[in-house]
């Protein structure tokens, strides 16, 4: 069974950070590209940023400079470092895993607010 178990939301302050996380099992983890989207409530699900197998990384506009995506394969996990965070980044943050099948993590909710 695949799981993707997203961890490390929750409220910050504007200009804050936090670093999410995101532990897989049930796949072959080094194979698969690993991104993190975001949603808002009646918005489409939006890219943050994506790393390949090969660790290659891509961000959305409105992240870049700010966010990084990284990856442990020893460890299984995807994490996504937001820095200088500002209210629009608020928004249910879901980790994905893509390869030949797309699986989905539960997602988790990360508040940006004062």
């Known amino acids: 069974q695949v799981q993707l178990v997203e961890s490390g939301g929750g409220l910050v302050q504007p200009g804050g950070s936090l670093r999410l996380s995101c532990a897989a099992s049930g796949i072959i983890f080094r194979l698969y590209a690993m991104n993190w989207y975001r949603q808002t409530p009646g918005k489409q699900r939006e890219l943050v940023a994506s790393?390949?197998?090969?660790?290659?990384?891509n961000y959305g506009d409105s992240v870049k400079g700010r966010f990084t995506i990284s990856r442990d394969n020893a460890k299984n996990t995807v994490y996504l470092q937001m820095n200088s965070l500002k209210p629009e980044d608020t928004a249910v943050y879901y980790c994905?895993?893509?390869?030949?099948?797309?699986?989905w993590g539960q997602g988790i909710q990360v508040t940006v607010s004062s």
């Open positions: 790393i390949t197998s090969g660790g290659d990384t």
């Open positions: 994905n895993g893509q390869r030949i099948l797309t699986y």
